[in-house]
């Protein structure tokens, strides 16, 4: 599958979790989302400019693109998954460990607050929060960093032969 099909063919499935999609199929459309991504973020940099303060650039184009494409490139790498044998929502797995970290943070801020208020000297506690706090961030960091290589072996592993589970060969 060329890079003009393989574009077609996902945006045609734009909700599609079901069936498989070739490696071709996935990566192509990859490219091509990278490519618009550099695109718009050009074209938001040169229309809408930067700020000289901060560096960063303020624009519509890109985030549009981005909301956009959320759903069929989620839809092609669960297709994807499923070609190589694999459940699609394994997918989710990076997601889900940064929300557990977004509530994890949450959390711990809470129940240092509340502990701030029950003893004499609040600063006893900056120490033990700190360590609780780095030491958390490291072990997400390397959990993220596993989930990322693995997603990534799981998504470039070729198509299983024949009929599985999710349905037969793309053609």
């Not at 070739?22 to 192509?28: I, P």
């Not at 700020?51 to 989620?74: K, S």
């Not at 607050?113 to 609780?132: H, I, K, Q, W, Y």
Request: glycine share 12%; aromatic share 14%.
């Amino acid at each position: 599958m060329g890079f003009v099909q393989s574009i077609k063919v996902c945006l045609s499935k734009y909700v599609v979790f079901s069936g498989r999609a070739t490696r071709s199929e996935y990566w192509w459309f990859v490219l091509f989302v990278i490519l618009c991504n550099i695109i718009f973020s050009i074209l938001d940099g040169a229309i809408f400019g930067i700020n000289p303060e901060t560096g960063e650039g303020t624009g519509i184009f890109n985030p549009l693109f981005q909301v956009a494409i959320f759903l069929p490139m989620l839809a092609a790498g669960w297709r994807r998954l499923h070609d190589s044998g694999r459940p699609g929502w394994y997918l989710l797995l990076p997601m889900a460990l940064g929300f557990a970290t977004m509530i994890a943070l949450l959390s711990g801020v809470a129940v240092f607050t509340v502990l701030e208020g029950g003893v004499d000297d609040p600063e006893v506690l900056r120490g033990p929060a700190a360590f609780l706090g780095a030491t958390g961030m490291m072990v997400v960091w390397a959990l993220q960093l596993v989930l990322t290589v693995m997603m990534i072996w799981w998504l470039t592993r070729p198509s299983q032969d024949g009929d599985n589970a999710y349905g037969p060969p793309v053609a």
